[in-house]
């Protein structure tokens, strides 16, 4: 199983990127998928989550900027990041889990957001 991300790079303050991460492989089950992110310094956090059930969650800090989104026919999620701040800056990571608990995880890509 791997997952890509794509999509990260440097943008100004109040600018937007969308991330697309995309899994291959023997993905079976699949429930969650998520966005973390790792700031220079700082321990992982949630950004975002979407369940196959439909359910979504926002870290508060993202709520009304970030929407998390996917295509269960291609394993993709996508990530759109509008009003972008310097405080966004970090590695972000998608996470797949299935309905065994098993956990996948893209490589990371990197956002820089400059003030």
């Known amino acids: 199983v791997q997952l890509v991300e794509s999509g990260g790079g440097l943008v100004q303050t109040g600018g937007s990127l969308r991330l697309s991460c995309a899994g291959s492989g023997a993905i079976y089950r699949l429930n969650v998928m998520s966005w973390y992110r790792r700031a220079p310094g700082k321990s992982r956090e949630l950004v975002a989550t979407s369940t196959s059930g439909g359910s979504i969650y926002y870290a508060d800090s993202v709520k009304g900027r970030f929407t998390i989104s996917r295509d269960n026919t291609k394993n993709t999620v996508y990530l759109q990041m509008n009003s972008l701040k310097p405080e966004d800056t970090a590695v972000y990571y998608c996470?797949?889990?299935?309905?065994?608990?098993?956990?996948?995880w893209g490589q990371g890509t990197q956002v820089t957001v400059s003030s």
């Open positions: 996470n797949f889990q299935n309905w065994d608990g098993v956990d996948y």
